[in-house]
Nanobody, 111 residues
Framework: QVQLVESGGGSVQTGGSLRLSCAPS????????MAWFRQSPGKEREAVAA???????AYTDSVRGRFTISRDNSRNTVILELTSLTIEDTAMYYC??????WGQGTQVTVS
């Protein structure tokens, strides 16, 4: 069945960059709309970025211009590139595929 493995999280200084990856098994990323969410302690999970099947993208205001979502069909991977990171970007980041499948999350800590 479908399983999503996320990687790329870690600790980074303010202004730094990270590249998060979501590698699903059991489905092809080219066939689904996808999104990245994040959640900080005491806050609700929020959508950060989304990419449609036709590669149209959308971003929440707080990350627009700093984060980039994309898909690598050859590697069957969803990517989120984070730049100009601030402490408010600290959160657990989750991959969502096709509105149905969630990854387990990868931690991003900015300090």
């Amino acid at each position: 069945q479908v399983q999503l493995v996320e990687s790329g999280g870690g600790s980074v200084q303010t202004g730094g960059s990270l590249r998060l990856s979501c590698a699903p098994s059991g489905l092809s990323v080219s066939d689904f709309s996808m999104a990245w969410f994040r959640q900080s302690p005491g806050k609700e999970r929020e959508a950060v970025a989304a990419i449609r099947r036709d590669d149209l993208t959308a971003y929440t205001d707080s990350v627009r211009g700093r984060f980039t979502i994309s898909r690598d069909n050859s590697r069957n991977t969803v990517i989120l590139e984070l730049t100009s990171l601030t402490i408010e970007d600290t959160a657990m980041y989750y991959c969502l595929v096709g509105f149905d499948y969630w990854g387990q999350g990868t931690q991003v800590t900015v300090s």
